[in-house]
T-cell receptor
C-alpha cells in the first residue's frame, strides 16, 4: 500500500459544485501539504499544516479550504468549483528531520 | 519570496549519453534544501536527489549528480548514461530550513526530458 493515499484518483465535476479531495498517510509525519499542478507552471502550494491545530495558507489558497481531521488525514475542499480549478492536485507529507516531501499519486480534477 | 527558474522547457538526448538540466533559484536564506523530482507519465512525483545548502560536496545518486554553486544560486542536474526510463518531466525544488516558520516546496516549471533510442 502507498504511504500517501489520495482519493479519488480522477474526478469530473460541474461548475458550482462542492468537492472534497482526501489524503491519508501512514508515514507518521506531522506536516502535510496540498499542491496544484498546471501544465507549464510546475507545482504550487495551496495549504500546509504542521499539525491538527496549525493550518497555513500557501501561494494560491483563494477558492480552497482544508481540514486536518487527524495527524494522518488532510482534506482539500473546493466550495464552489470553477473551470480554472481544473488541474492535477497532489498531497504530500514530510517532517523537518527528513527534509524531503513524499507525494501521493495525485488527483486529476476536471471542472466542466 | 523564493523563486526557482528552469530555463529549458524541453531537452533531448541520445540514449547512453549525458545530459545536464539547469536550475537557478533566488533566496535570501542561508539554510535551505534543494531537490530534483522526476515525474514520469504515471504522474507520480519521485525524488531523484537532494542537496543541503550547508554541504559543499555535491550530491550523487548512482547516475545522477548535481553541480551546486551556492554563490551563483545554481543547482544543475547531470544524468549520465541516459536510459529510456529517464524520460520524464524533471522539477527543481527549493525548501527553506524551517523550525516553525513558513514551509513547503517552491518548484520550477519543469523540464521535459526526451530520450532518443
Amino acid at each position: 500500500d502507498a504511504d500517501v493515499t489520495q482519493t479519488p484518483r480522477n474526478r469530473i465535476t460541474k461548475t458550482g459544485k462542492r468537492i472534497m479531495l482526501e489524503c491519508s498517510q501512514t508515514k507518521g509525519h506531522d506536516r502535510m501539504y496540498w499542491y496544484r499542478q498546471d501544465p507549464g507552471l510546475g507545482l504550487r502550494l495551496i495549504y500546509y499544516s504542521f499539525d491538527v491545530k496549525d493550518i497555513n495558507k500557501g501561494e494560491i489558497s483563494d477558492g480552497y479550504s482544508v481540514s486536518r481531521q487527524a495527524q494522518a488525514k488532510f482534506s482539500l475542499s473546493l466550495e464552489s468549483a470553477i473551470p480554472n480549478q481544473t488541474a492535477l492536485y497532489f498531497c504530500a507529507t514530510s517532517d523537518l528531520r527528513n527534509t524531503e516531501a513524499f507525494f501521493g499519486q495525485g488527483t486529476r480534477l476536471t471542472v466542466v | 519570496a523564493q523563486t526557482v527558474t528552469q530555463s529549458q522547457p524541453e531537452m533531448s538526448v541520445q540514449e547512453a549519453e549525458t545530459v545536464t538540466l539547469s536550475c537557478t533559484y533566488d533566496t535570501s536564506e542561508s539554510d535551505y534544501y534543494l531537490f530534483w523530482y522526476k515525474q514520469p507519465p504515471s504522474r507520480q512525483m519521485i525524488l531523484v536527489i537532494r542537496q543541503e545548502a550547508y554541504k559543499q560536496q555535491n550530491a550523487t545518486e548512482n547516475r545522477f549528480s548535481v553541480n551546486f554553486q551556492k554563490a551563483a544560486k545554481s543547482f544543475s542536474l547531470k544524468i549520465s548514461d541516459s536510459q529510456l526510463g529517464d524520460a520524464a518531466m524533471y522539477f527543481c525544488a527549493y525548501r527553506v530550513y524551517s523550525g516553525g516558520g513558513a514551509d513547503g516546496l517552491t518548484f520550477g516549471k519543469g523540464t521535459h526530458l526526451i530520450i532518443q533510442p
